[in-house]
């Protein structure tokens, strides 16, 4: 069974630039989670997809941050323009919407704004 | 809402010893999961173990296992038999009736040789 994939595993833009972030979560797995990791912290989720629709965006900086989950399957995060502080890991995880749920882990996009 | 706290930033042990590594959660609610992930420098999270809150029995998977003592709200992860291998990052995580994960803030552990 394929795992969640993620791109481009690198990304290093200039502040105020654009960028976006793609993900393809494990076949047949309904909710998708984006999380921002800073380092040295732990993983802090920025929103969660149930299918195409959002279930929670709370803690997504909506300025500047948006994501979409078209169809279901892929889902793309974009960040426009950004900070220094954006600098971080992004981590995309799915998960089946019964049982004990576990997340699985795609291996993250490391972006760094300078 | 919910809180995880890791309180050991660094942990060391020798290889073939055994370590434990403490986290304690804050939640108001009765029925959740609890998680160990350990994150290599590639930075993917990898599953450990995991502990559904309605079961007494503490989950164990090979040289993995853990203490949970839903009273104090306690989530520790015993790692026997250490091997070099096992210097990662270690995470503890909630998930509750919300779905997300709720991590700590990690613990480095370095198995010595």
């Known amino acids: 069974e394929a795992g969640v994939a993620q791109s481009p595993r690198y990304k290093i833009i200039e502040k105020r630039q654009s960028v976006a972030f793609w993900c393809n979560p494990i076949?047949?797995?309904?909710?998708l989670y984006w999380y921002q990791q800073i380092l040295g912290q732990g993983p802090k989720l920025l929103i969660q997809?149930?299918?195409?629709?959002?279930?929670?965006d709370s803690q997504l900086p909506k300025d500047r941050f948006s994501a979409e989950r078209l169809k279901g399957v892929d889902s793309t995060l974009k960040i426009q323009p950004a900070k220094l502080e954006d600098s971080a890991v992004y981590l995309c995880?799915?998960?089946?919407?019964?049982?004990?749920?576990?997340?699985?882990f795609g291996p993250g996009t490391r972006l760094l704004v300078l | 809402a919910q809180t995880v706290t890791q309180s050991q930033p660094e942990m060391s042990v020798q290889e073939a010893e055994t370590v434990t590594l403490s986290c304690t959660y804050d939640?108001?609610?009765?029925?959740?999961?609890l998680f160990w992930y350990k994150q290599p420098p590639s930075r993917q999270m990898i599953l450990v173990i995991r502990?559904?809150?309605?079961?007494?029995q503490n989950a164990t998977e090979n040289r993995f296992s853990v203490n949970f003592q839903k009273a104090a709200k306690s989530f520790s992860l015993k790692i026997s038999d250490s091997h070099l291998g096992d210097t990662e990052m270690y995470f503890c995580?909630?998930?509750?009736?919300?779905?997300?994960?709720?991590f700590g803030s990690g613990t480095q552990l370095t198995v010595l040789p």
């Open positions: 076949s047949g797995h309904a909710t």
């Open positions: 995880a799915s998960s089946l919407l019964a049982g004990e749920e576990t997340q699985y």
């Open positions: 939640t108001s609610e009765s029925n959740y999961y």
């Open positions: 995580a909630f998930r509750g009736s919300a779905r997300q994960l709720t």
């Open positions: 997809f149930q299918n195409n629709g959002v279930v929670d």
């Open positions: 502990q559904e809150a309605y079961k007494q």
